[in-house]
Protein backbone atom coordinates (compact mmCIF):
# COMPACT_ATOMS: atom_id res chain seq x y z
CA UNK A 1 0.00 0.00 0.00
CA UNK A 2 1.18 3.10 -1.02
CA UNK A 3 2.51 6.37 2.08
CA UNK A 4 0.60 8.75 2.78
CA UNK A 5 0.80 12.34 2.21
CA UNK A 6 2.53 13.64 4.55
CA UNK A 7 0.90 17.00 6.72
CA UNK A 8 1.84 19.99 5.92
CA UNK A 9 4.56 21.60 8.19
CA UNK A 10 4.34 25.56 8.50
CA UNK A 11 8.02 25.37 9.33
CA UNK A 12 8.80 23.42 6.07
CA UNK A 13 7.21 25.75 3.57
CA UNK A 14 9.12 29.09 5.97
CA UNK A 15 12.25 27.50 5.38
CA UNK A 16 12.14 27.23 1.77
CA UNK A 17 10.85 30.71 1.39
CA UNK A 18 13.93 31.58 3.29
CA UNK A 19 16.04 29.11 0.56
CA UNK A 20 14.46 30.37 -2.11
CA UNK A 21 15.33 34.44 -0.91
CA UNK A 22 18.81 33.36 0.22
CA UNK A 23 19.45 32.04 -3.26
CA UNK A 24 18.02 34.88 -4.77
CA UNK A 25 20.28 37.42 -2.81
CA UNK A 26 23.03 34.97 -3.48
CA UNK A 27 22.72 35.65 -7.01
CA UNK A 28 22.04 39.33 -7.22
CA UNK A 29 25.51 39.72 -4.84
CA UNK A 30 27.80 37.08 -7.09
CA UNK A 31 26.35 38.23 -10.31
CA UNK A 32 23.84 41.37 -11.05
CA UNK A 33 25.86 43.47 -8.67
CA UNK A 34 29.75 43.12 -10.07
CA UNK A 35 28.11 43.41 -13.69
CA UNK A 36 26.55 46.86 -11.97
CA UNK A 37 30.03 48.26 -10.88
CA UNK A 38 31.76 47.07 -13.91
CA UNK A 39 29.10 49.27 -16.03
CA UNK A 40 29.53 52.20 -13.56
CA UNK A 41 33.15 52.24 -13.50
CA UNK A 42 34.90 50.83 -16.60
CA UNK A 43 32.35 51.52 -18.89
CA UNK A 44 32.62 54.77 -21.08
CA UNK A 45 30.09 57.16 -20.10
CA UNK A 46 28.17 59.66 -22.61
CA UNK A 47 28.46 63.52 -21.67
CA UNK A 48 25.01 65.12 -20.76
CA UNK A 49 24.75 68.71 -20.63
CA UNK A 50 28.65 69.22 -21.65
CA UNK A 51 29.41 66.82 -18.31
CA UNK A 52 30.40 63.54 -18.42
CA UNK A 53 28.42 60.92 -16.74
CA UNK A 54 30.45 59.64 -13.83
CA UNK A 55 28.85 57.11 -11.39
CA UNK A 56 28.70 60.35 -9.07
CA UNK A 57 27.71 62.53 -11.57
CA UNK A 58 24.40 59.77 -12.13
CA UNK A 59 23.44 59.45 -8.10
CA UNK A 60 23.45 63.04 -7.82
CA UNK A 61 20.73 63.80 -10.71
CA UNK A 62 18.77 60.22 -8.68
CA UNK A 63 17.92 63.04 -5.94
CA UNK A 64 17.58 66.24 -8.11
CA UNK A 65 15.08 66.22 -10.21
CA UNK A 66 16.10 69.26 -12.15
CA UNK A 67 19.24 67.13 -13.43
CA UNK A 68 17.55 63.99 -13.33
CA UNK A 69 15.57 65.20 -16.89
CA UNK A 70 18.39 65.54 -18.98
CA UNK A 71 19.10 62.09 -18.32
CA UNK A 72 15.82 61.08 -18.50
CA UNK A 73 15.50 63.14 -21.86
CA UNK A 74 18.79 61.43 -23.41
CA UNK A 75 18.02 57.41 -22.56
CA UNK A 76 14.58 57.92 -23.86
CA UNK A 77 16.17 58.75 -27.34
CA UNK A 78 18.69 55.70 -27.60
CA UNK A 79 18.33 52.77 -29.76
CA UNK A 80 19.10 51.06 -26.21
CA UNK A 81 15.88 52.37 -24.87
CA UNK A 82 13.44 51.85 -27.84
CA UNK A 83 15.04 47.78 -28.52
CA UNK A 84 14.85 47.38 -24.34
CA UNK A 85 11.94 49.21 -23.22
CA UNK A 86 9.62 50.87 -25.72
CA UNK A 87 8.39 49.85 -28.26
CA UNK A 88 10.86 46.96 -27.99
CA UNK A 89 11.19 43.96 -25.71
CA UNK A 90 10.39 45.50 -22.50
CA UNK A 91 6.66 46.65 -23.44
CA UNK A 92 5.99 43.81 -26.13
CA UNK A 93 6.34 41.32 -22.66
CA UNK A 94 4.10 43.21 -20.85
CA UNK A 95 1.61 43.32 -23.68
CA UNK A 96 2.30 39.33 -23.43
CA UNK A 97 1.67 39.14 -19.87
CA UNK A 98 -1.29 41.04 -19.77
CA UNK A 99 -2.66 39.16 -22.42
CA UNK A 100 -1.99 35.84 -20.63
CA UNK A 101 -4.47 37.24 -18.06
CA UNK A 102 -6.67 38.76 -19.57
CA UNK A 103 -7.42 35.30 -22.15
CA UNK A 104 -7.82 33.31 -18.99
CA UNK A 105 -10.55 35.89 -17.62
CA UNK A 106 -12.48 36.29 -21.00
CA UNK A 107 -12.73 32.59 -22.19
CA UNK A 108 -13.64 31.71 -18.21
CA UNK A 109 -16.58 34.59 -18.09
CA UNK A 110 -17.59 33.15 -22.02
CA UNK A 111 -17.41 29.83 -20.57
CA UNK A 112 -19.10 30.64 -17.44
CA UNK A 113 -15.84 29.05 -15.82
CA UNK A 114 -14.28 30.62 -12.55
CA UNK A 115 -10.47 31.58 -13.95
CA UNK A 116 -7.76 33.07 -12.03
CA UNK A 117 -9.39 34.08 -8.58
CA UNK A 118 -7.59 33.23 -5.41
CA UNK A 119 -4.14 34.55 -5.67
CA UNK A 120 -4.57 38.32 -5.24
CA UNK A 121 -7.62 39.82 -3.49
CA UNK A 122 -8.76 41.62 -6.94
CA UNK A 123 -10.20 38.80 -9.43
CA UNK A 124 -7.06 36.79 -9.44
CA UNK A 125 -4.28 39.59 -10.60
CA UNK A 126 -1.40 37.84 -8.57
CA UNK A 127 -1.77 34.57 -10.90
CA UNK A 128 0.44 35.63 -12.75
CA UNK A 129 2.95 36.14 -10.46
CA UNK A 130 2.29 32.73 -9.13
CA UNK A 131 2.58 31.01 -12.46
CA UNK A 132 5.64 32.92 -13.39
CA UNK A 133 7.12 32.05 -9.81
CA UNK A 134 6.16 28.60 -10.34
CA UNK A 135 8.13 28.38 -14.02
CA UNK A 136 11.23 29.93 -12.36
CA UNK A 137 11.46 27.08 -9.65
CA UNK A 138 10.29 24.24 -11.01
CA UNK A 139 13.02 21.92 -12.41
CA UNK A 140 14.20 21.38 -16.46
CA UNK A 141 13.68 17.88 -16.68
CA UNK A 142 15.46 16.89 -20.07
CA UNK A 143 14.68 13.80 -22.11
CA UNK A 144 17.96 11.06 -22.18
CA UNK A 145 17.94 10.28 -25.79
CA UNK A 146 17.53 14.10 -26.72
CA UNK A 147 19.44 16.10 -28.38
CA UNK A 148 20.63 18.50 -25.78
CA UNK A 149 22.32 21.13 -27.29
CA UNK A 150 19.02 22.40 -29.61
CA UNK A 151 16.64 21.31 -27.14
CA UNK A 152 17.74 23.89 -24.66
CA UNK A 153 18.28 26.40 -27.33
CA UNK A 154 15.24 25.94 -29.37
CA UNK A 155 13.04 28.03 -26.99
CA UNK A 156 15.99 30.57 -26.92
CA UNK A 157 15.30 30.71 -30.57
CA UNK A 158 11.48 31.07 -30.08
CA UNK A 159 11.55 33.98 -28.31
CA UNK A 160 14.24 35.21 -30.51
CA UNK A 161 12.85 35.23 -33.37
CA UNK A 162 8.87 36.51 -31.76
CA UNK A 163 11.46 39.59 -30.52
CA UNK A 164 13.06 40.33 -33.57
CA UNK A 165 9.27 40.40 -35.82
CA UNK A 166 8.41 43.04 -32.65
CA UNK A 167 11.18 45.48 -33.22
CA UNK A 168 9.64 45.70 -36.89
CA UNK A 169 6.46 47.55 -36.13
CA UNK A 170 6.30 50.38 -35.66
CA UNK A 171 4.19 52.20 -33.24
CA UNK A 172 4.48 55.82 -34.11
CA UNK A 173 5.69 57.59 -36.69
CA UNK A 174 9.68 57.76 -35.85
CA UNK A 175 8.96 55.28 -33.07
CA UNK A 176 10.13 52.13 -34.22
CA UNK A 177 13.13 49.79 -32.92
CA UNK A 178 14.68 48.83 -36.43
CA UNK A 179 13.03 51.03 -39.96
CA UNK A 180 13.99 48.62 -42.53
CA UNK A 181 13.15 49.82 -46.16
CA UNK A 182 12.05 46.37 -46.84
CA UNK A 183 10.09 45.66 -43.13
CA UNK A 184 7.52 43.65 -44.56
CA UNK A 185 9.62 41.41 -46.27
CA UNK A 186 12.44 41.28 -43.42
CA UNK A 187 8.91 40.46 -41.08
CA UNK A 188 7.66 37.66 -43.49
CA UNK A 189 11.34 36.20 -43.25
CA UNK A 190 11.46 36.04 -40.00
CA UNK A 191 8.45 34.38 -39.03
CA UNK A 192 9.24 31.85 -41.77
CA UNK A 193 11.99 30.46 -39.04
CA UNK A 194 9.00 29.48 -36.56
CA UNK A 195 8.15 26.06 -38.14
CA UNK A 196 11.53 24.60 -38.79
CA UNK A 197 12.19 26.15 -35.18
CA UNK A 198 9.11 24.03 -33.91
CA UNK A 199 10.17 20.64 -35.86
CA UNK A 200 14.00 20.82 -34.69
CA UNK A 201 12.83 21.06 -30.95
CA UNK A 202 10.74 18.47 -32.28
CA UNK A 203 13.29 16.39 -33.55
CA UNK A 204 15.20 16.88 -30.76
CA UNK A 205 12.94 16.03 -27.89
CA UNK A 206 13.26 12.10 -29.40
CA UNK A 207 9.88 11.45 -28.71
CA UNK A 208 6.89 10.13 -30.47
CA UNK A 209 3.69 12.96 -29.53
CA UNK A 210 6.26 16.02 -29.90
CA UNK A 211 7.54 15.24 -33.58
CA UNK A 212 4.38 14.29 -34.67
CA UNK A 213 2.94 17.91 -33.33
CA UNK A 214 6.17 19.43 -35.14
CA UNK A 215 5.41 17.87 -38.73
CA UNK A 216 2.02 18.81 -37.66
CA UNK A 217 3.03 22.54 -37.27
CA UNK A 218 5.39 22.30 -39.93
CA UNK A 219 2.37 21.64 -42.38
CA UNK A 220 0.37 24.09 -40.92
CA UNK A 221 2.51 26.84 -40.97
CA UNK A 222 3.68 25.87 -44.51
CA UNK A 223 0.25 25.75 -46.32
CA UNK A 224 -0.83 29.34 -44.55
CA UNK A 225 2.28 31.04 -45.40
CA UNK A 226 1.17 31.39 -49.50
CA UNK A 227 -1.80 32.75 -48.83
CA UNK A 228 -0.32 34.96 -45.68
CA UNK A 229 2.10 36.73 -47.90
CA UNK A 230 -0.19 36.92 -50.83
CA UNK A 231 -2.71 39.08 -48.73
CA UNK A 232 -0.26 42.04 -47.84
CA UNK A 233 0.65 41.96 -51.69
CA UNK A 234 -1.98 44.45 -52.81
CA UNK A 235 -1.07 46.70 -50.13
CA UNK A 236 1.96 46.71 -50.97
CA UNK A 237 0.89 47.52 -54.62
CA UNK A 238 -1.09 50.68 -53.19
CA UNK A 239 1.42 52.00 -50.59
CA UNK A 240 4.01 51.33 -53.07
CA UNK A 241 6.33 50.61 -50.32
CA UNK A 242 7.85 47.71 -48.62
CA UNK A 243 8.61 50.12 -45.32
CA UNK A 244 6.22 49.31 -42.75
CA UNK A 245 6.36 53.11 -41.37
CA UNK A 246 5.32 54.19 -45.13
CA UNK A 247 2.66 51.51 -45.69
CA UNK A 248 0.90 53.07 -42.35
CA UNK A 249 1.30 56.48 -44.01
CA UNK A 250 -0.50 55.61 -47.03
CA UNK A 251 -3.41 55.26 -45.17
CA UNK A 252 -4.61 58.45 -43.92
CA UNK A 253 -7.65 59.22 -46.14
CA UNK A 254 -8.80 55.38 -45.93
CA UNK A 255 -7.89 52.48 -44.46
CA UNK A 256 -6.57 49.46 -46.28
CA UNK A 257 -9.37 47.48 -44.81
CA UNK A 258 -12.15 49.42 -46.36
CA UNK A 259 -10.75 48.41 -50.03
CA UNK A 260 -9.30 45.25 -49.08
CA UNK A 261 -11.76 43.29 -46.85
CA UNK A 262 -10.94 40.30 -48.29
CA UNK A 263 -7.17 40.21 -47.87
CA UNK A 264 -7.61 41.40 -44.47
CA UNK A 265 -9.75 38.60 -43.48
CA UNK A 266 -7.24 36.22 -45.27
CA UNK A 267 -4.59 37.88 -43.35
CA UNK A 268 -6.39 37.52 -39.55
CA UNK A 269 -7.08 33.75 -40.66
CA UNK A 270 -3.92 32.92 -41.76
CA UNK A 271 -2.60 34.93 -38.25
CA UNK A 272 -4.15 32.69 -36.51
CA UNK A 273 -2.97 29.52 -38.47
CA UNK A 274 0.69 31.07 -37.93
CA UNK A 275 0.33 31.40 -34.21
CA UNK A 276 -1.39 28.02 -33.91
CA UNK A 277 -4.89 28.79 -31.98
CA UNK A 278 -7.99 27.86 -31.74
CA UNK A 279 -9.49 26.45 -34.34
CA UNK A 280 -5.69 25.88 -35.83
CA UNK A 281 -4.31 24.09 -32.85
CA UNK A 282 -3.67 20.66 -34.09
CA UNK A 283 0.31 20.71 -33.69
CA UNK A 284 -1.07 21.22 -29.82
CA UNK A 285 -3.72 18.90 -29.81
CA UNK A 286 -4.27 17.72 -25.88
CA UNK A 287 -6.36 15.42 -26.81
CA UNK A 288 -4.64 13.46 -29.37
CA UNK A 289 -1.06 14.28 -28.78
CA UNK A 290 -0.80 15.38 -25.02
CA UNK A 291 0.73 18.62 -26.03
CA UNK A 292 2.08 18.23 -29.35
CA UNK A 293 5.72 19.50 -29.95
CA UNK A 294 5.80 21.19 -26.39
CA UNK A 295 4.77 17.66 -24.61
CA UNK A 296 8.49 17.39 -23.29
CA UNK A 297 8.99 20.91 -22.07
CA UNK A 298 9.18 21.63 -18.28
CA UNK A 299 9.60 24.60 -15.96
CA UNK A 300 11.26 27.32 -17.26
CA UNK A 301 11.48 25.93 -21.09
CA UNK A 302 8.13 26.08 -21.53
CA UNK A 303 7.76 29.71 -19.85
CA UNK A 304 9.69 31.10 -22.76
CA UNK A 305 8.07 29.32 -25.87
CA UNK A 306 4.56 31.11 -24.45
CA UNK A 307 6.74 34.24 -24.19
CA UNK A 308 7.56 33.80 -27.39
CA UNK A 309 4.08 32.70 -28.47
CA UNK A 310 2.06 35.94 -26.80
CA UNK A 311 4.80 38.07 -28.12
CA UNK A 312 4.34 36.66 -31.79
CA UNK A 313 0.38 37.14 -31.12
CA UNK A 314 1.26 40.91 -30.58
CA UNK A 315 3.54 41.22 -33.05
CA UNK A 316 0.87 40.31 -35.72
CA UNK A 317 -1.75 42.01 -34.23
CA UNK A 318 -0.03 44.86 -34.29
CA UNK A 319 1.54 43.99 -38.23
CA UNK A 320 -2.74 43.75 -39.06
CA UNK A 321 -3.24 47.21 -37.45
CA UNK A 322 0.00 48.62 -39.73
CA UNK A 323 -1.45 46.68 -42.50
CA UNK A 324 -5.05 47.29 -42.80
CA UNK A 325 -6.11 49.35 -39.77
CA UNK A 326 -4.48 52.79 -40.68
CA UNK A 327 -1.52 52.20 -38.44
CA UNK A 328 -1.35 55.13 -35.96
CA UNK A 329 -3.76 57.14 -37.41
CA UNK A 330 -6.49 58.62 -35.61
CA UNK A 331 -8.16 61.72 -34.08
CA UNK A 332 -5.85 64.00 -31.99
CA UNK A 333 -7.50 63.44 -28.64
CA UNK A 334 -4.67 64.27 -26.20
CA UNK A 335 -3.82 68.34 -25.04
CA UNK A 336 -0.86 70.60 -26.26
CA UNK A 337 1.03 70.04 -22.68
CA UNK A 338 -0.41 67.79 -19.68
CA UNK A 339 0.11 70.57 -16.74
CA UNK A 340 -0.68 74.12 -18.94
CA UNK A 341 2.52 76.40 -17.95
CA UNK A 342 4.55 73.98 -16.55
CA UNK A 343 7.79 74.22 -18.31
CA UNK A 344 7.41 78.22 -17.26
CA UNK A 345 7.67 77.18 -13.35
CA UNK A 346 10.81 77.68 -11.70
CA UNK A 347 9.71 74.34 -9.56
CA UNK A 348 11.44 71.34 -11.03
CA UNK A 349 9.57 68.71 -9.49
CA UNK A 350 6.63 70.18 -11.69
CA UNK A 351 8.55 70.23 -14.80
CA UNK A 352 8.80 66.70 -14.30
CA UNK A 353 5.22 65.82 -13.64
CA UNK A 354 4.47 67.81 -16.65
CA UNK A 355 7.25 66.00 -18.40
CA UNK A 356 8.48 69.03 -19.98
CA UNK A 357 10.75 68.18 -23.01
CA UNK A 358 9.56 64.91 -23.59
CA UNK A 359 5.86 65.07 -24.24
CA UNK A 360 4.99 65.12 -27.62
CA UNK A 361 0.83 65.08 -27.95
CA UNK A 362 0.82 63.71 -31.54
CA UNK A 363 3.38 60.66 -30.76
CA UNK A 364 1.25 60.38 -27.57
CA UNK A 365 -2.00 60.45 -29.48
CA UNK A 366 -0.50 58.29 -32.51
CA UNK A 367 0.78 55.60 -29.40
CA UNK A 368 -2.80 55.41 -27.73
CA UNK A 369 -4.44 54.81 -31.48
CA UNK A 370 -1.48 52.28 -32.18
CA UNK A 371 -2.61 50.35 -28.93
CA UNK A 372 -6.62 50.71 -29.22
CA UNK A 373 -6.13 49.59 -32.57
CA UNK A 374 -3.72 46.41 -31.81
CA UNK A 375 -5.81 45.68 -28.45
CA UNK A 376 -9.23 45.05 -30.31
CA UNK A 377 -7.01 43.02 -33.06
CA UNK A 378 -6.38 41.15 -30.05
CA UNK A 379 -9.60 40.34 -28.56
CA UNK A 380 -10.78 39.28 -31.56
CA UNK A 381 -7.95 36.33 -31.57
CA UNK A 382 -8.74 35.65 -27.92
CA UNK A 383 -12.49 35.27 -28.33
CA UNK A 384 -12.44 32.97 -31.40
CA UNK A 385 -10.30 30.24 -29.04
CA UNK A 386 -14.00 30.39 -26.95
CA UNK A 387 -16.32 30.20 -29.45
CA UNK A 388 -14.81 27.37 -32.20
CA UNK A 389 -13.84 24.13 -31.84
CA UNK A 390 -10.44 22.50 -33.07
CA UNK A 391 -11.31 21.50 -37.09
CA UNK A 392 -9.40 18.07 -38.59
CA UNK A 393 -6.17 18.47 -40.43
CA UNK A 394 -7.60 17.56 -43.53
CA UNK A 395 -10.27 20.49 -43.28
CA UNK A 396 -7.46 22.60 -42.31
CA UNK A 397 -4.72 22.33 -45.24
CA UNK A 398 -7.66 21.94 -48.10
CA UNK A 399 -8.46 25.50 -46.37
CA UNK A 400 -5.07 26.86 -46.36
CA UNK A 401 -3.77 25.44 -49.95
CA UNK A 402 -7.28 25.81 -51.79
CA UNK A 403 -9.84 28.04 -50.64
CA UNK A 404 -7.24 30.95 -48.99
CA UNK A 405 -4.84 30.88 -52.11
CA UNK A 406 -7.61 30.97 -54.32
CA UNK A 407 -9.55 33.96 -52.86
CA UNK A 408 -5.58 35.68 -52.71
CA UNK A 409 -5.09 35.81 -56.25
CA UNK A 410 -8.74 36.33 -57.24
CA UNK A 411 -8.53 39.34 -55.34
CA UNK A 412 -5.17 40.17 -56.36
CA UNK A 413 -6.39 40.01 -59.67
CA UNK A 414 -9.32 42.29 -58.41
CA UNK A 415 -7.42 45.06 -57.35
CA UNK A 416 -4.90 45.61 -60.07
CA UNK A 417 -8.43 45.82 -62.35
CA UNK A 418 -9.27 48.51 -60.28
CA UNK A 419 -5.56 50.04 -60.29
CA UNK A 420 -5.27 50.23 -64.06
CA UNK A 421 -8.97 51.02 -64.29
CA UNK A 422 -8.24 54.58 -62.34
CA UNK A 423 -10.75 53.67 -59.11
CA UNK A 424 -8.18 53.08 -56.70
CA UNK A 425 -4.58 54.57 -55.85
CA UNK A 426 -2.69 57.12 -56.73
CA UNK A 427 -4.87 59.33 -59.24
CA UNK A 428 -7.44 57.10 -58.81
CA UNK A 429 -11.46 57.96 -57.87
CA UNK A 430 -10.70 56.82 -54.78
CA UNK A 431 -7.17 57.89 -53.22
CA UNK A 432 -5.64 56.28 -49.97
CA UNK A 433 -3.54 59.19 -49.77
Known sequence: MGSLTPDFRFGNFVGSIVWLVFVILALVTLLILPIIFFVLFYVPLPE???????????????????????????FIHTD????????????????????????????????LRVGPLYAGKVEGIFQLLADGLKLLTKEIIVPSGSDKPIFWL?????????????????????????????????????LGFFPLIALLFSWASNSKYPFIGGLRALHQMIAFEIPFFLSALPVVILSSSLNLTEIARSQ??????????????????????????????????????????????TGMLYGLIQLGSYLKLYALAGLFVVLFLGGW??????????????????????????????????????????????????????????????????ILLHTGWYKLIVLTFINLFIVLMLIYGGVIGPGGLISIR
Open 329 to 394: SGPQIFPPELIPGAHDSNLPLLQMLALDGLYNPVTVNSIFWFMIKTIIVILLMLIIRGINPRIRID
Open 252 to 297: NLFMNIFILPINAFVFFISSLAELERIPFDLPEAESEIVAGWLTET
Open 48 to 74: VDGEVLTPYLFFSMMVDPSRTLPVVQF
Open 154 to 190: APIMFVSTAAAVVALIPVADGWVVADVSVGLIAAFAI
Open 80 to 111: LFRAAIFPGFGFAALIAAATIFIERKLLAKMQ
